[in-house]
């Protein structure tokens, strides 16, 4: 990734914090784009404290004159855009399906999916006009199995893969490679929220796993730039699971 330039949406924490780092370490310039600007900040100041090139832009992937801003503060400060990681996200309260909300359901429809098509749009529209790239979109386990209590989440995560698939066969010849990961329970501050705090929650989370545990944030972020890298030129379209088994179950 040397020479090369990246964007992360919802860098400001988590997988996406890890992924920013991962990216700079191997020679990337990395823009992070975050909602939260304290947390976006702090990620650009690991960055460089470590001897990194990162920027941060402010960015609500819900709009989709930020996400134009954010490409083009990327290619303004950088000089291009090589590669993209899609990872903002968030996750529904757990409720059986017909007692889910309508707010609930917009919020995750808005940012979950309208959050990853308003990213992929601006970014292979630069990638089509400057030699192509790589865009990896963050879907879930859940994007390709069902999940009791968290229908919106799954449905969500089903249409980022939907996206994937069809983005990555519509451009494919033009140079982009387009890929999701699909993460099972990953060590951070959505995996705590998802489990309201309960340790025997958490615990009934991590059996689910066959591996016993949950992964942690750099071993998600090291498939995303490897999907970024020359080294996966040949894998497009593709939602690789890195669950720790579960959906081999």
Known sequence: MIGKVALVTGGG????????IKFASEGASVVIGNRNEKAGQE?????????????????????LEHLQNLVKYTVDTYGGLHAAFNNAGVHDPQAMTTEQSEETFELLMDVNVRGAWYSM???????????????????????????????????????????????AVEYAKQGIRVNAVCPGGVETRMADTFARGDSATREYIKSLHPIGRLAQPEEIANAVVWLCSDEASF???????IDGGLTAI
């Open 235 to 241: 894998v497009l379209g593709q939602g690789i699971n």
């Open 121 to 167: 749009k601006c970014e292979i529209e630069h990638m089509l006009e400057n030699g192509g790239g790589a865009i990896v979109n963050n879907s879930s386990a859940a994007g390709v199995i069902g999940f009791p209590g968290h229908a919106h989440y799954v449905a969500s995560k089903h249409a980022v893969l939907g996206l994937t698939k069809t983005a």
């Open 13 to 20: 924490s988590g997988i996406g914090r890890a992924t920013a």
């Open 43 to 63: 990620t650009v100041d690991l960055i460089q404290e470590a001897g990194g090139k990162a920027s941060f832009c402010r960015t609500d992937v819900t709009k």
